[in-house]
């Protein structure tokens, strides 16, 4: 079946530092990509997307890559801020399977320091 | 703007008691989901429902029930709630449109003692 591996946090990062999480996917087919982003006390929040092989998914700052060769989907911030600290999940989503549900990776935490 | 309610943000249950989640959406979405949220697991889904009084077991439905009389509300049920079901519990919608970015509540956290 459908599986997201995501690195294990807690990530900590000063100010300013340049982020990556790191996510590889197994899926049939052509699956979806996606980022969200869950604040201390909140629900989940889409952060980004992508459709297909190659699509750069964008939004506040952070960018991902579609890469269908290495089955990954990285996530990255040139310059984070102390407001970015959260829990940051990796998921696709199959179509082709009828299955209409993400499957999440296991999620990575970033705590940013002043 | 999109909003996904869940109608308690903490509960407390006994063991053995049954419990009801309720999930309300203003968005029109046809699918509806539940997922339990556990460190170190990410999100699981329990069931989910692409139109009223039609759902389906996710990957971890033991223990739980679900209906959707109405379009707009999804409701979870534990039937006889245990201890391994503390959890948090978060509900969200999708349309049936690719590439379905689901959106989601602000979850409920659930502890059964």
């Known amino acids: 079946g459908d599986s997201v591996t995501q690195m294990e946090g807690p990530v900590t990062l000063s100010e300013e530092a340049f982020l990556t999480i790191n996510c590889t996917y197994t899926a049939t087919g052509y699956p979806s990509l996606f980022w969200y982003v869950q604040y201390p006390g909140e629900g989940l929040q889409l952060l980004l997307k992508a459709t297909k092989a190659d699509d750069k998914g964008s939004n506040k700052g952070f960018e991902a890559t579609y890469r269908k060769e290495t089955t990954s989907f990285h996530l990255e911030k040139g310059s984070v801020q102390v407001s970015d600290s959260a829990v940051y999940f990796c998921?696709?989503?199959?179509?082709?399977?009828?299955?209409?549900?993400?499957?999440f990776g296991s999620g990575t935490r970033l705590q940013v320091q002043p | 703007d999109v909003k996904v309610t869940q109608s308690s943000r903490y509960l407390v249950k006994r063991t053995g008691e049954k419990v009801f989640l309720e999930c309300v959406q203003d968005m029109d979405h046809e699918n509806m989901f539940w997922y339990r949220q556990d460190p170190g697991l990410g999100l699981r889904l329990i069931y989910f429902?692409?139109?009223?009084?039609?759902?389906e077991k996710g990957d971890i439905p033991e223990g739980y029930s679900v209906s959707r009389e109405k379009k707009e509300r999804f409701s979870l049920i534990l039937e006889s709630a245990s201890t391994n079901q503390t959890s948090m519990y978060l509900c969200?919608?999708?349309?049936?449109?690719?590439?379905?970015?689901?959106?989601f509540g602000d979850g409920t956290r659930l502890s059964i003692l």
């Open positions: 969200a919608s999708s349309r049936t449109d690719p590439p379905q970015p689901q959106h």
């Open positions: 998921a696709l989503c199959s179509p082709d399977t009828g299955r209409r549900a993400l499957t």
């Open positions: 429902s692409y139109d009223v009084k039609m759902k």
